[in-house]
């Protein structure tokens, strides 16, 4: 009898097709972005690794084949996004795409300036005259903060501490938004906003009980009435 002769195995050498869901080649992304590989073989896909730059940035093992990239550390600029697919065999497919990252710095690492608030404070009342304080930093310097009064221009200072006065009586009562916009050698900025309420009147007041002119003996209530357009503590 002849020999059992074990039928030929063909060899695979064709890759996965691969290509991006999401994100769009060309497309503007920020904060923790969602990439969806689409990926297939006439076999079995059995990995999909992501790489931003070159760099790696995760490994997947099973399908969907999805990610998350978070951009929120990059400078705006623009990134090759590339996903390799393998099959059973070992075969590569790739697909690339160029996405822009929209970021608070640029790629070189040159950030915008931070600012705050140090006086006054967010949902304060306000009375009089006062000193609106800021505290602003930068990679390199902050050359100026300009403040601002419901989008109006109160004033720029461009010395350390940071603090300008604001006659509040030259304003309605009510709330009002005040804006920091700090600027740094680069002329990148940075701000900050708050609301305030002014409230320059004083509660209008009235004696209810006795009324006038009434002969009072031994002890009385004194009734009154207090009202005020903005707030009665």
Known sequence: LAPDVEPEQLQDLTPPSVEFVTPEAGASVE???????DA???????SVTLRVDGA??????????TFEWDTSALGTGSYVLEAEAKDASGNPGTAFIEVTVL?????????????????????????GELEIKAAASDDEAVVKIRYLVDDGLLQEDSQVPFKVPWDTTE????????????????DKTGSATIQVTVDNSPPELSLVSPEEGAVLHDEILLVADATDEILMD
Do not use: M
Not at 40 to 46: G, L, N, P, R
């Open 31 to 37: 904060g923790v972005v969602a990439v969806e590989i």
């Open 40 to 46: 297939q073989d006439e076999d079995v896909v059995v």
């Open 56 to 65: 790696l940035l995760a490994i997947d093992d099973e399908a969907p084949w």
């Open 103 to 127: 970021g608070a710095c640029d790629k070189d690492g040159d950030c915008p300036p931070t600012v705050e608030f140090l006086a006054p404070l967010a949902d304060a009342y306000v009375r």
């Open 171 to 186: 304003f309605d009562d009510g709330v009002h938004v005040l804006e920091l916009i700090a600027y740094d050698t680069t």
